[in-house]
């Protein structure tokens, strides 16, 4: 009669599992003690800093994709008011005008000299 493996026995499997297919994948088996060493801290170091932001972020991400899909559905706003809330018009490179696109260096032209005195 086999017994199932208790739930920390299978996450220690499974941790195993995932470790040696790394090892097998990126050559970190063949690595002297020291380079195995460098490898895991960086891989620690990474893998804990992207879990920390994805929880981070997460609700605040699903709640403006939540908010601009409510948007498009109900129809409140429009796209015009999506896309002046995720680009901003202030201190922008360039400006519409009615025949096109000013430059920068147009723009810039225009500016008060603050060299001279």
């Known amino acids: ?54 929880i981070l972020y997460t609700e605040r991400n699903v709640l403006l994709l939540l908010r601009y899909a409510s948007i498009y559905v109900s129809g409140e706003g429009g796209v015009i008011n999506v896309i002046s809330n995720l680009f901003p018009r202030s201190n922008a490179p360039f400006t519409i005008v009615g025949s096109g696109m000013t430059s920068v260096a147009e723009t810039m032209s225009t500016a008060a000299n603050s060299q001279i005195p």
């Open 1 to 54: 009669m086999s017994s199932s493996p208790s739930a920390i026995q299978a996450l220690v499997r499974w941790a195993s599992l995932k470790k040696y297919r790394i090892e097998v994948t990126y050559g970190v088996y063949v690595y002297t003690p020291v380079e195995k060493a460098v490898f895991w801290t960086i891989f620690c170091f990474l893998f804990t800093t992207l879990s920390f932001a994805a």
